[in-house]
């Protein structure tokens, strides 16, 4: 990917999980349990912490396989989105409970990508 579509992400991903944050806190609050309000943080707390490291290493997206980044995004998407539904459950339909299923495979992609990103750049000789 070049680096200014790391960036345009990760600020997007950021301003996302903002406004996801603040709705959490001022909406839901009220209409679901603490213990979903719990899972809409981690979904939002992860979803940045993606998005800050997607800036972090934007001057270096050209030295990256494409892949390694891509599987950062796929999972964060599949991880805090899973997530975020989850934690609606109470308010929508009990059925999308399913959907925390996917949860872990959006964060073993976050992993291994981040993973991925690490090795390659120990192991590059400058």
């Known amino acids: 990917m070049k680096t200014n579509q790391l960036i345009g992400l990760g600020c997007l991903m950021i301003a996302t999980t903002v406004a996801l944050g603040a709705m959490g806190a001022h909406t839901l609050e009220d209409a679901i349990s603490a213990r979903y309000l719990e899972v809409w943080k981690t979904a939002s707390l992860y979803f940045a912490l993606n998005g ?31 997530l ?27 992993i291994v990508g981040w993973t991925l990103i690490g090795i390659n750049q120990l192991r590059r000789v400058e």
Request: aromatic share 6%; no cysteine.
């Open 52 to 82: 800050l490291g997607l800036l972090a290493i934007a001057n270096i997206a050209p030295t990256i396989k494409g892949l390694y980044i891509k599987l950062i995004i796929l999972g964060a998407f599949i991880f805090s989105v899973s």
């Open 84 to 110: 975020w539904i989850l934690a609606l459950n109470e308010v929508l339909s009990p059925a999308l409970r399913k959907l925390g299923a996917i949860t872990p495979v959006g964060g073993v992609l976050m």
